[in-house]
């Protein structure tokens, strides 16, 4: 059984689920996840998790992620991206009147805190039904707004009527809906033609696998070469190892006293640490506070 995470290049006409269906029959493993869906249409980085490295998703989940997306104004759908119905057209002297200034200005806006109510079009549920769903018995429900965090904003390139730009923002954020925002306070309209998830947390695109590679991957019986190690993602938490004599606790998942830690001396109260047993086996995440380690999340890895 692989246990970790794979850097996988979701593919446009794949859905999230898809990719995970189709990674359990080449990987010949059930146990198998995705960390937060990613639209059809969207293509890019979507980190997978395998084995224990499951209990990784929802950590995964809360990562800030940045897209590149491209922006169609002059134009609104029920979807908020191309794909969707039309439902309004600016006319042409509305769209004459979007210089690349007011474009500029409109997206930068954005920069920072805002609060954004998501799409019909999304998986959120309302009562215990999924938003698309209604959307789909053309029902329309009221939805709260969502506090997201747009941490940073660049216009890579500007052809009016069409932006492409660069984003990185928090978790629940919607590019679709961003792109319809900008529209609207433009007073032209405005819905996403394309978009592309360029990285999720340490997971960047240059280094994702598409379904078709890691297929070669398996038949050279080499995934294990691309299975990233879940200790890897708390690379900046201190190594700290248990003495002999504490790892019957730390494999119980038990808290651990001080004397039982390698370097407890120099623990900072309420640091989170990686913690292994004395061979380096990774069993998982504690935070050290009043003399001893606490576990947050435990990774025990099946043999």
Known sequence: MYNGIMNVYKEAGFTSHDVVAKLRGICKQKKIGHTGTLDP????????????????????TDWD?????????????????????????????????????????????????????????????VNGKKLYELA?????????ARRVEISELEILETALPTVRFRVVCS????????????????????????????????????????LSEIEKLRDEDRISDVIIPPDAVFASCRAVAVTAEGKRLLENGNRLSAELLSDAGSLREEEQIRMYDETGRFYGVYQYEVGEARPVKMFLQQE
């Open 41 to 60: 249409d969207a293509v890019g980085v979507l980190p997978v998790c395998f084995g224990s490295g499951t209990k990784l998703c929802d950590m995964l």
């Open 65 to 125: 992620k940045e897209y590149i997306a491209t922006l169609r104004l002059g134009v609104a759908t029920d979807t908020q991206d191309l794909s969707g119905q039309v439902l309004w057209k600016a006319d042409e002297d509305a769209l004459a009147a979007v210089t690349e200034e007011r474009v500029r200005e409109a997206i930068l806006h954005f920069l920072g805190g805002y609060d954004q109510i998501p799409p019909m079009y999304s998986a959120l549920k």
């Open 136 to 144: 789909r018995a053309g029902k329309e429900v009221e939805r709260k």
């Open 171 to 210: 978790k629940g954020t919607y590019i679709r809906t961003l792109c319809h925002d900008v529209g609207e306070r433009l007073g032209c309209g405005g819905a996403m033609a394309s978009l592309t998830r360029s990285r999720v947390g340490i997971f960047g695109i240059d280094q994702a696998l598409r």
